[in-house]
């Protein structure tokens, strides 16, 4: 049977702190479970409600999610483990919107967590073809080279100097970035870092790969996030539009030809095209533009990566991303609020529960409930999130109305 009006509504959430690899007490389990209980608790409901589950994590064995999600009941119910690189979280939400809107279900479960190596990300596979062997290529090829930093921070670090070389941003844009999402972060309890940066600590801080400091890359972190997800017939018989926010427009988008057509891009490779597409879909969908937009929880892994989506998802035009920071656009006061939860920089990346800590984040924001970060008169949220790769998922989250 079909759902009424096919609407999708986020009803709970939960995450657990973020924490830096190896001081965090307890498993990778005991993580899921907390995130998983609370947003159970949030919604309201049991999780024998929940008639599907899609978990999501990278480092791990096959069918952790299982593991994971029966320390939450065993119902019998169906779990599918999702691996999309850093969207992995949004891509297990994702799955989940499918299958409500789709009228399979009324009740499912997105939930992610990750236990993480300290140190930059690497390959865990020598012996077979890297799945990004192709963006490394075209990366070496267009950059004329390969330096001496790690792969991730060096492929979003060229797509900040191509901005430079292009548009005229300085690095002084790029730490202003991470110099706001770690600001924001002071306010965050579950955020890794929650200490606040002058600007000057951030343009001083060791660098990484020019013009990105490490206070301006994401960590590697421990830590779950979840949310439980219905349809518009499971919250009227359930009388949940107290907490219930819809998803009003959500979509995915993989590499297209761009990022391969050999115009030596930086800033294609690193997903520009996707974002921008995902953007599009998910807004249209929601009958809504850029404008109509009030918090965003966007996808800073790195600040480089943070000022071009301000282009991608036209918060600014291309070529004039940085003109939001001069400005100050994208923090209190301004025009958007961008990562009001600190961002991956300063909250943390635990790349299966990323995805669904910026659903948290955007939930609380549109219940006026996210305390001193809350966003004066939030009503309409959009959550950006994209994988190397790749996949970029971009949801609009509206109040339930």
């Not at 073809?129 to 267009?142: F, I, N, R, S, Y």
């Not at 998802?313 to 025009?335: F, Q």
């Not at 990562?339 to 299966?352: E, F, Q, R, V």
């Amino acid at each position: 049977m079909a759902s009424k009006g096919n609407r999708v509504f986020v009803i709970g959430v939960g995450m657990t702190k973020f924490d830096k690899p190896g001081t965090k007490e307890g498993d990778y389990p005991d993580w899921a479970k907390e995130a998983g209980a609370k947003a159970l608790q949030d919604a309201g409901v049991g999780y024998d409600a929940v008639e599907q589950v899609f978990a999501g994590y990278c480092y791990g064995d096959s069918t952790y999610g299982q593991r994971a999600v029966y320390q939450l009941g065993l119902t019998g119910v169906p779990v599918v483990n999702v691996h999309n690189n850093c969207s992995t979280g949004s891509s297990a939400l994702w799955l989940a919107r499918q299958s409500i809107k789709g009228g399979l279900v009324e009740c499912a479960l997105a939930i992610g967590f990750e236990k993480m190596e300290k140190g930059s990300l690497g390959a865990k596979y020598t012996d077979r073809t890297p799945a990004m062997d192709k963006h490394l290529e075209a990366m070496v090829a267009g950059r004329g080279g390969w330096e001496d930093s790690p792969a991730a921070p060096q492929m979003f670090g060229n797509a900040g100097r191509e901005h430079m070389e292009r548009y005229g941003s300085e690095p002084d844009h790029f730490a202003w970035i991470g110099f706001k999402n770690h600001r924001h972060s002071v306010n965050n309890p579950y955020a890794q870092f929650q200490d606040a940066y002058s600007l000057q600590d951030i343009k001083d801080a060791q660098m990484v790969h020019e013009p990105l400091t490490k206070l301006q890359c994401s960590p590697t972190s421990d830590g779950s996030g979840a949310a439980i997800l219905a349809s518009e017939r499971f919250v009227d018989e359930h009388d949940l539009w107290d907490r219930a926010v819809e998803m009003a427009g959500q979509a995915m988008v993989t590499d297209l030809p761009s990022t391969f057509d050999g115009s030596n891009s930086s800033i294609t490779l690193v997903g520009f095209d996707m974002s921008r597409e995902a953007g599009r879909r998910a807004m249209e969908e929601a009958q809504v533009g850029i404008e109509d937009v009030d918090v965003i929880e966007l996808h800073d892994c790195f600040s480089a990566n943070e000022l071009i989506t301000y282009e991608a998802l036209g918060l600014a035009p291309v070529g004039e991303g940085h003109e939001l920071v001069e400005t100050e656009d994208t923090t209190y006061g301004g025009r958007w609020v961008v990562n009001p939860s600190g961002g991956l920089i300063s909250k943390g990346h635990p790349l299966g529960a990323t995805g669904l800590a910026q659903c948290a984040e955007l939930t609380w924001q549109l219940r006026g409930a996210a305390d001193r970060r809350q966003v004066d008169g939030a009503e309409v949220a959009l959550q950006h999130n994209i994988g190397l790769g790749g996949a970029a998922v971009v949801t609009v989250y509206k109040q339930a109305g």
